[in-house]
């Protein structure tokens, strides 16, 4: 499949919300994009309780744009630009922001949104709107699929579904950590977590292993001493505790401050620096979660894109600004594969995708329009990431 040069381009920024961001003036390269803009649609959470996952994505975008642009733009000469509105973490917003972006004749494509419940909210308009539609860093399974379960021709995403997440994090408890016998934690109040939880479980016990027991906490909860004191009378080798950082940093404080030194495994959601805080890095021992991206599994796209993020933010990218870098770099690249704004034939493009080097790594787009790429593991020692490896699922 052949790939335009925009897959080794890297770019970053942070547009207000509901502005548009044009194309960066000052000084520039001699290829300067000079023709028409051509303007992409954003409907991210850059407030509320998801802001976390977004505004770094948004950055990302706008150092893309930055990039693009000063090395000639896409489909010979055209300045990108970005139409970024916020729906602050809210499915109503959502839908109404959905619904502007897929009636704005400029739009040619959108990003986002990021949370699965506002995606879910906003789907219908996605569906029934031609506009290509790729979301960063949605995790929930089935969301790019109709009522029928075939996918949504014009909706693709660059992050794997929660449920390839919790069978690799079975595997890896099982086969890399040894534990036989683990305990299960779960937010019920939360689709995520139970997801997880549920492929979890199902791969595990696949593989010969046992969950002792399951403990339940509900999103927005901050005082886990009972559940951490009915977690010290279960005998297990591991916690598998799937959840948002907001709630499992603070079970991980809990749980330590307590003497429980089992290791614990999560997911995505604990890619924050917040987890640690909440934590305290003193407690953030023998941690171990999937996620997408970690700087140290270099490759050459992910090393060029951590310096040029680094050196116009002064911060190293999280997951979430290298999955939002991967959706508008894989977006771009559909667009000048299909070598028109016409969105059908991007749509085409997109799906047709083989061997795209990203920043999260190299993947191609299967039949249900979600990535086919590895996990990643990383393993936290006093707050920091010691180890990155790679879980391949058979």
Do not use: W
Not at 206 to 229: K, N, P, Q
Request: charged residues 20%; hydrophobic residues 40%.
């Amino acid at each position: 499949m052949k790939h335009s040069k925009l897959k080794t381009l890297l770019l970053t920024g942070l547009a207000l919300a509901g502005t548009v961001l044009a194309p960066l003036s000052g000084s520039v390269s001699a290829q300067e994009a000079t023709g028409e803009s051509l303007l992409l649609g954003v409907n991210l959470e850059l407030t509320g309780a998801a802001a976390p996952y977004s505004v770094p994505a948004v950055e990302a975008f706008e150092l893309f744009v930055e990039q693009v642009n000063a090395s000639g733009g896409v489909l010979d000469g055209r300045p990108l630009e970005l139409l970024v509105l916020d729906n602050k973490t809210d499915t109503t917003e959502g839908v109404s922001l959905q619904t502007r972006l897929a009636d704005d004749d400029r739009v040619v494509a959108n990003l986002g949104p990021n949370a699965s419940g506002v995606v879910n909210a906003a789907k219908p308009v996605i569906e029934t709107s031609s506009k290509p539609t790729v979301l960063p860093a949605t995790t929930g399974d089935g969301l790019t699929l109709n009522a029928d379960g075939v996918a949504v021709t014009n909706l693709f995403r660059t992050a794997y579904e929660d449920s390839y997440q919790g069978t690799a994090g079975a595997v890896y408890v099982h086969d890399t950590l040894e534990a036989k016998k683990t305990l299960l934690v779960v937010d019920n109040a939360l689709d995520y977590s139970q997801g997880l939880a549920d492929a979890f479980v199902k791969q595990y016990e696949s593989l010969g292993g046992e969950v002792v027991a399951t403990e339940a906490y509900s999103s927005g909860d901050t005082d886990f001493t009972a559940l951490a004191t009915k977690a010290l009378s279960y005998e297990y080798d591991a916690i598998y505790m799937p959840g948002y950082y907001t709630e499992t940093g603070l079970l991980v404080k809990a749980f330590r401050e307590l003497g429980i030194t089992q290791p614990v495994v999560g997911a995505d959601g604990y890619a924050s620096d917040t987890f640690v805080e909440l934590a305290g890095a003193e407690n953030t021992y023998d941690v171990h979660y999937t996620t997408h991206y970690d700087a140290s599994l270099e490759n050459e796209a992910s090393v060029a894109f951590a310096e040029a993020y680094e050196e116009k933010f002064g911060k190293a990218p999280d997951t979430f600004a290298a999955l939002g870098y991967d959706a508008i770099s894989f977006l771009v690249d559909g667009i000048e594969r299909a070598g028109s704004t016409d969105p059908e034939a991007i749509s085409q493009a997109l799906a047709e995708t083989v061997d795209f080097v990203g920043v999260t790594g190299t993947f191609s787009i299967n039949e249900e329009h979600n990535p086919v790429k590895p996990a990643i593991m990383v393993t936290l020692e006093a707050g920091a990431v010691v180890n990155a490896q790679e879980v391949v699922v058979e």
